[in-house]
T-cell receptor
Framework: DAKTTQPPSMDCAEGRAANLPCNHS???????VYWYRQIHSQGPQYIIH???NNETNEMASLIITEDRKSSTLILPHATLRDTAVYYC???????????FGQGTTLQVKP | GAVVSQHPSWVICKSGTSVKIECRSL??????MFWYRQFPKQSLMLMAT?????????EQGVEKDKFLINHASLTLSTLTVTSAHPEDSSFYIC????????FGQGTRLTVV
């Protein structure tokens, strides 16, 4: 079973920040938090990952709480092309096996 | 990051026939690849771990004799759906392990 809980759906206005929450209260010390997204009928795309520090890249920012039990993915300026299902996954670094939950369907609206 | 290519992108086959799906790592030597299945409006489900030069490891509930996996080189893993039936119709996706996972574009299988 997936170790994460995400809201099933969210809406965001184009140009605004999209904040996607994820709960992972049973995360282990060696497990990273990964975010992927899947645009309809395509393979998932890696977005970002982190262990305990906040991370930022060209796509998004990842904010992890101090107790590591939850995190938030931030898309700073959402566009229509960001409409997708976003998956939050916890996984240890020594295995490539990813257990996907149901994810959050983000709908970016004009 | 790694570039992963699946072939074909979509396939329609008759019930009872076998279908082979290829997953190629174009710029990365992959000793391990993963195969997932995704039914409509559902999440991805890990089917098996493909190991170069050895047998694949299947997840619980996945029939190894029905879903044959061959990983003969560091750049190619194949998934063969044997004696396909309509319930096998699904979106099949492979991934390559790196610092993060790199996914193929997926193969949509329709069994009629």
């Amino acid at each position: 079973d997936a170790k994460t809980t995400q809201p099933p759906s969210m809406d965001c206005a184009e140009g605004r920040a999209a904040n996607l929450p994820c709960n992972h209260s049973t995360i282990s010390g060696n497990e990273y938090v990964y975010w992927y997204r899947q645009i309809h009928s395509q393979g998932p795309q890696y977005i970002i990952h982190g262990l305990k520090n906040n991370e930022t890249n060209e796509m998004a920012s990842l904010i992890i709480t101090e107790d590591r039990k939850s995190s938030t993915l931030i898309l700073p300026h959402a566009t229509l092309r960001d409409t997708a299902v976003y998956y939050c996954i916890v996984s240890s670094s020594n295995t490539g096996k990813l257990i996907f939950g149901q994810g959050t369907t983000l709908q970016v609206k004009p | 990051g790694a570039v992963v290519s699946q072939h074909p992108s979509w396939v329609i086959c008759k019930s009872g026939t076998s279908v082979k799906i290829e997953c190629r790592s174009l710029d990365f030597q992959a000793t391990t690849m993963f195969w997932y299945r995704q039914f409509p409006k559902q999440s991805l489900m890990l089917m098996a771990t493909s190991n170069e030069g050895s047998k694949a490891t299947y997840e619980q509930g996945v029939e190894k004799d029905k879903f044959l996996i061959n990983h003969a080189s560091l750049t190619l893993s194949t998934l063969t759906v044997t004696s396909a039936h309509p319930e096998d119709s699904s979106f099949y996706i492979c991934s390559v392990e790196g610092d993060e996972a790199f996914f193929g574009q997926g193969t949509r299988l329709t069994v009629v």
